[in-house]
């Protein structure tokens, strides 16, 4: 499926290694300290001018598609993650071997997720989770799913105001703490939706919030029938003081929307952290879907 890789397919042929570099050692990468070793496949990159920085950005680049393409890599700070470049020259020729690794770091998973014991159980339940959640949506359509677990969602999860959660801004926050800000619920929405084989895509900038103040928000674009929608799972997830309700007019506000009911109050920002490349998103349909 094509989002299953959306950011990759965006990369060039260097950030394109490592991302693979980080795919293809996946479960190694749970031990937290293990060198993915690119032996020389750098080394004629390095030799140019600007190299560095290049590698450097495709590094940054690399991370970022493989973050926003797998929402179960919640447990790795990139932080603690080294590029390392080794040189050796001889007789006026240099050659470079880069890998990555936890560097002068214990470990390059997030100290919450140091004991491998706690991450294998905690992967077991979200991937149970989302199982589970297929196996009763198996014969619903495509819009049928999709609206289950926007509700599900809505049902079973409280916005995280004051970061009471371990994982406020992951699938493990959103799906067993039950707790969650923004980029929580929108890589929850994502996982489920991965697990439904239904194409979707977490997209992140800023939207206008409903005091008209801007700020920093995450949601998701999601394929049906062949067309783009938005679906911003946390604004149809509202506090409610007291014993209100949601009516169907706020839990539907942001479901499957096109650009024309959508980007006037959400702005896409490419540039996911700095000295990484612009990413682009799916283009949304213009009108919002209607089921038949």
């Known amino acids: 499926?094509?989002?299953?890789?959306?950011?990759?397919?965006?990369?060039?042929?260097?950030?394109?290694r490592i991302y693979d570099g980080f795919a293809n050692n996946k479960e190694n990468m749970k031990s937290g300290t293990y060198d993915i070793d690119f032996d020389m496949d750098f080394n004629d990159l390095l030799n140019t001018d600007g190299g560095e920085e290049t590698i450097n950005q495709a590094f940054q680049s690399a991370w970022?598609?493989?973050?926003?393409?797998?929402?179960?890599?919640?447990?790795?700070?990139?932080?603690?993650l080294t590029l390392t470049t080794r040189t050796t020259s001889i007789a006026g020729f240099s050659s470079h071997r880069v890998s990555l690794s936890n560097g002068n770091n214990?470990?390059?998973?997030?100290?919450?997720?140091?004991?491998t014991n706690k991450l294998?159980?905690?992967?077991?339940?979200?991937?149970?989770?989302?199982?589970?959640?297929?196996?009763?949506?198996?014969?619903?359509?495509?819009?049928?799913?999709?609206?289950?677990?926007?509700?599900?969602?809505?049902?079973?999860?409280?916005?995280?105001?004051?970061?009471?959660?371990?994982?406020?801004?992951?699938?493990?926050?959103?799906?067993?703490?039950?707790?969650?800000?923004?980029?929580g619920y929108a890589r929850g929405f994502k996982y489920i939706m991965d697990g439904l084989g239904i194409p979707?895509?977490?997209?992140?900038?800023?939207?206008?919030?409903?005091?008209?103040?801007?700020?920093?928000?995450?949601?998701?674009?999601?394929?049906?029938?062949?067309?783009?929608?938005?679906?911003?799972?946390?604004?149809?997830?509202?506090?409610?003081?007291?014993?209100?309700?949601?009516?169907?007019?706020v839990r539907y506000r942001?479901?499957?929307?096109?650009s024309t009911n959508f980007l006037d109050t959400h702005f896409e920002d490419g540039y996911l952290s700095p000295n990484s490349m612009e990413f682009t998103f799916p283009q949304l349909s213009i009108n919002d879907y209607f089921p038949v």
């Open 120 to 183: 294998t159980n905690q992967l077991a339940l979200l991937e149970a989770i989302r199982t589970e959640i297929a196996k009763q949506l198996d014969s619903y359509s495509n819009y049928d799913k999709i609206r289950y677990v926007h509700n599900w969602m809505i049902n079973n999860i409280e916005y995280d105001s004051y970061l009471e959660a371990e994982e406020p801004y992951s699938i493990s926050g959103a799906l067993t703490e039950g707790k969650a800000v923004c980029e």
């Open 1 to 16: 499926m094509a989002s299953d890789r959306y950011y990759y397919n965006q990369l060039d042929e260097y950030a394109k």
């Open 64 to 80: 970022n598609a493989y973050n926003y393409d797998n929402m179960d890599v919640f447990y790795i700070d990139v932080e603690k």
């Open 200 to 249: 979707c895509v977490l997209v992140s900038g800023e939207a206008i919030n409903s005091h008209g103040e801007t700020e920093s928000h995450a949601w998701n674009y999601v394929q049906l029938d062949g067309n783009w929608y938005a679906v911003d799972v946390t604004w149809d997830d509202p506090i409610i003081i007291g014993n209100g309700t949601v009516g169907n007019d």
């Open 106 to 115: 214990a470990s390059y998973l997030k100290e919450n997720f140091s004991d």
């Open 254 to 258: 942001y479901f499957l929307k096109g």
